[in-house]
């Protein structure tokens, strides 16, 4: 069984950046669906997100490293992708995810120039897309400038 992440004390500063880049992000890529996990002590805690369902927020809203497609990418330090959410038995995404209605997905970890992790930027579609390594290293770039906002650069 697996047991719940801590939530972390305090509010989380950069929500309002972690929007503009989650929506870059879903435009250049014409998804129609995202999150951004911000790093806190320890574990990924939902930053913005555009179109998931309220139910799945509370249960994205702390994600341990290594746990779903956002702590898979955080636990790897790369891109992780699926071609449909919706069919996927790699085990990769968590149950719940299949909730959101998406199929396409990917997750990218925003890391700055210091090689600190500092979130993960997802991004979906509505239908089964094949992600390319092109565009993942594009998602990987906009990540990276929001990271950089982080750590305050």
Not at 131 to 152: F, I
């Amino acid at each position: 069984m697996d047991t719940p992440a801590p939530t972390p004390k305090r509010a989380l500063p950069f929500t309002e950046e972690a929007l503009k880049a989650l929506d870059l992000a879903i435009a250049e890529f014409g998804c129609q669906a995202g999150t951004v996990h911000l790093v806190s002590e320890g574990v990924l805690v939902l930053a913005a997100s555009r179109n998931i369902p309220e139910f799945v927020l509370g249960l994205v809203s702390v994600v341990p490293v290594g746990k779903g497609i956002a702590g898979l990418a955080a636990e790897r330090r790369e891109a992780v992708s699926l071609c449909n959410l919706q069919t996927d038995t790699s085990g990769q995404a968590r149950p719940n995810a299949k909730a959101t209605g998406m199929e396409g997905s990917v997750a990218v970890p925003a890391i700055d120039r210091a090689g600190v992790l500092r979130g993960v930027v997802g991004i979906a579609k509505a239908e089964a897309y094949d992600w390319s390594d092109a565009e993942k290293a594009r998602l990987m770039e906009l990540a990276a400038g929001l990271a950089q906002v982080v750590a305050g650069e």
